[in-house]
């Protein structure tokens, strides 16, 4: 079976801080794709970023990066100089070769970031 | 160019009434997936599209839900004798291509209340 956990339910930080939202994922399969999407209010859920399990290198998106582990299972992601408009509920998905097309979610995180 | 679009937004049912919810997804989107989001959970996984063909139906809770693409663009989710316990934002996502690890791009949602 494959699982996602984000042990994290609520994070409030202040503007300009960096924060890191935890992500802990289970699968059997040798090839995978990991991702990060944000839901704002509006509720269209908006895909942020993706690696698959080949490549472990971590990397920086302007105020983005991500943290890939495998011999943690985990993916984090890390919002540096958080802004307000980063508000939002931050979801880890986990999509694999042997369990079709669809994504497994986590139950998010939801990120408050106080002016 | 225009995004997933989902309507109607808002529906309102009252218990035992039957449902229609409508996918309109980007243009030549070859995949389109069905998830029911429970209030402050992730998305679950319902159903998938590869054109017309639907692929994976595991997802769908009960015989209730019946989905269908027959041109292989606009999909319908249907509800038929709608419980309470169906109250939740159902979401579409379509993908361009069929291969692994390919991001899925989501709609706004319908919100459907069972009264």
């Known amino acids: 079976a494959q699982k996602v956990t984000q042990a994290q339910t609520e994070i409030s930080v202040v503007e300009k801080e960096d924060v890191t939202l935890d992500c802990v994922y289970e699968?059997?399969?040798?090839?995978?794709?990991l991702f990060w999407y944000k839901q704002p209010p509006s509720g269209e859920l908006v895909f942020l970023i993706r690696?698959?399990?080949?490549?472990?290198q971590n990397e920086i998106s302007g105020r983005y990066s991500w943290n890939f582990q495998k011999s943690t299972s985990s993916f984090n992601f890390t919002i540096t100089a958080s802004q307000v408009v980063d508000s939002a509920v931050y979801f880890c998905?986990?999509?694999?070769?042997?369990?079709?097309?669809?994504?497994?979610f986590g139950p998010g995180t939801r990120l408050s970031v106080l002016p | 160019g225009a995004g997933v679009s989902q309507s109607p937004r808002y529906k309102v049912a009252k218990r035992g009434q039957d449902v229609a919810l409508r996918c309109d997804p980007i243009?030549?989107?070859?995949?389109l997936f069905w998830y029911q989001q429970a209030l402050g959970q992730g998305p679950e996984f319902l159903t998938y599209?590869?054109?017309?063909?639907?692929?994976?139906k595991s997802g769908l809770p009960s015989d209730r839900f019946f989905a269908e693409r027959p041109e292989g663009s606009v999909s319908t989710l249907k509800i038929q004798r709608t419980q309470q316990e169906d109250s939740a934002v159902y979401l579409c996502?379509?993908?361009?291509?069929?291969?692994?690890?390919?991001?899925?791009?989501f709609g706004p949602g319908t919100r459907l209340t069972v009264l």
């Open positions: 243009s030549g989107h070859v995949s």
């Open positions: 599209f590869q054109n017309e063909a639907q692929l994976d």
């Open positions: 699968t059997r399969d040798t090839t995978y794709y």
């Open positions: 998905a986990l999509t694999s070769h042997n369990y079709g097309q669809n994504f497994v």
């Open positions: 996502a379509s993908s361009l291509n069929v291969p692994l690890g390919n991001e899925q791009f």
């Open positions: 690696r698959n399990s080949f490549d472990e």
